[in-house]
């Protein structure tokens, strides 16, 4: 089992930056793909990032590419997400997930374990 645990969330303006993290318990957290979803008011979930377990494969909605970068630290437990030149649209709570697969899967339902999510604001 994973318990996962965000921060890093804030109000930043548009166009500013924010760094989420993801910690995680347990000692195989480098089993584990991980990923990052958001939620924006009114809608559903929705994929952003993920990352396998090595690190070396990743992917991005298209709507963060280029300005997103998933990355993750195995001796630390954790998981980060780099969001720079932010827009009022990215205006969501940002969840992490971990997934017993070890590629980097993009859909929902094969993510086991989910963080209680951080809140992430863009101002325009």
């Known amino acids: 089992q994973v318990q996962l645990v965000e921060s890093g969330g804030g109000l930043v303006q548009a166009g500013g930056s924010l760094r989420l993290s993801c910690a995680a318990s347990g000692r195989t957290f480098s089993t584990y793909a991980m990923g990052w979803f958001r939620q924006a008011p009114g809608k559903e979930r929705e994929f952003v990032s993920t990352i396998s377990s090595s690190g070396g494969d990743t992917a991005y909605a298209d709507s963060v590419k280029g300005r997103f970068t998933i990355s993750r630290d195995n001796a630390k437990n954790t998981l980060y997400l780099s969001m720079n030149r932010l827009k009022p649209e990215d205006t969501a709570v940002y969840y992490c997930?971990?997934?017993?697969?070890?590629?980097?899967?993009?859909?929902?339902?094969?993510?086991?374990?989910w963080g209680q999510g951080t809140r992430v604001t863009v101002s325009s």
């Open positions: 997930a971990a997934s017993t697969m070890k590629i980097a899967p993009a859909r929902q339902f094969l993510y086991d374990y």
